[in-house]
C-alpha cells in the first residue's frame, strides 16, 4: 500500500478519483490490529478506490489541519473532496473498518 511521506504527496494522491487514506502511527495498538487487513482490502477495493497510508506522527501540520484527533481514522475522497470518515473510536476491528469501507462511496 502506498506510503504518503508529505503535503504536497498527500494533496496529489487526494485530488482525482476515489482515495482511502488511513492514518494511523508505530505506537498504536489498533492501527496495529487491524493493519494484517490491508492486503485483503486493497485488493478487495481495487475497483472502486485506491488505498492509502499516512503516518499522523510523520505529518503533524497535516494532521492537525485535517483534525486527525483519534487513530486509526479513515478517510474517503472523491475528487479532492472528503465524502466520508471513520473515527478511532468505530476503527477497532477488521468488521468495522470494512463495513465502512463497503458503505463509504455509497452515500
Do not use: H
Not at 498527500?10 to 482511502?20: C, I, K, L, N
Not at 473515527?87 to 468488521?95: G, L, P, T, V, Y
Request: hydrophobic share 35%; charged share 35%.
Amino acid at each position: 500500500m502506498k506510503q504518503i511521506k508529505s503535503n504536497e504527496e498527500y494533496a496529489a494522491s487526494t485530488e482525482q478519483g476515489r482515495v482511502m487514506v488511513e492514518f494511523y502511527a508505530n505506537w498504536c495498538p489498533d492501527c496495529k490490529r487491524i493493519e494484517p487487513y490491508f492486503d485483503e482490502w486493497e485488493a478487495k477495493y481495487a475497483g472502486d478506490f485506491a488505498m492509502v497510508r499516512a503516518n499522523r506522527d510523520e505529518l503533524p501540520d497535516l494532521g492537525e489541519k485535517l483534525e486527525i484527533l483519534g487513530i486509526p481514522t479513515f478517510i474517503a475522497y472523491e475528487n479532492g473532496q472528503e465524502v466520508a470518515r471513520l473515527f478511532s473510536r468505530d476503527a477497532k476491528s477488521k468488521e468495522q473498518v470494512e463495513s465502512f469501507l463497503d458503505e463509504a462511496y455509497q452515500k
